[in-house]
């Protein structure tokens, strides 16, 4: 069982997919803002972080993202977002994948056990 930290704006997306992976096995923690997440990555061990981009605070959220790696290079983030990649910017060099959000959750939590498989890296 990995944990996951769910980093999402939408609360019925929150709903759904803390549903669909914690039925995987996962434990999941939600929260709603980078800045929340930063307090459960001080807090938690926590082995992915699943973020949409689209989070409130975008700007300065890069910017704690950034701190994030430094302080917890061990944590591997999968960028869940309905943006195209190319949107992803400075986000993508911390990212160890990239979903685009779909009403189909197979391709992210595929995603989440193939990062979960590579051992070693972020």
């Known amino acids: 069982m990995a944990t996951l930290l769910l980093v999402e704006d939408n609360p019925n997306q929150r709903i759904l997919y803390q549903q669909e992976l914690e039925n995987e096995g996962h434990l999941v923690v939600v929260v709603e803002t980078v800045y929340e997440a930063l307090s459960v990555l001080h807090r938690e061990n926590v082995d992915v972080m699943v973020l949409d981009l689209a989070v409130p605070r975008l700007e300065d959220g890069l910017n704690l993202l950034e701190k994030a790696f430094a ?7 999968i960028i869940h977002t309905g943006y195209d990649p ?18 189909d ?4 939590k595929r995603k989440i056990e193939a990062v979960l498989g590579q051992e070693g890296s972020r």
């Open 71 to 77: 302080q917890f290079p061990q944590v591997r983030v």
């Open 86 to 103: 190319s949107a992803a910017g400075r986000a993508s060099e911390y990212a160890s994948g990239y979903v685009v959000k779909s009403s």
């Open 105 to 108: 959750l197979r391709y992210l």
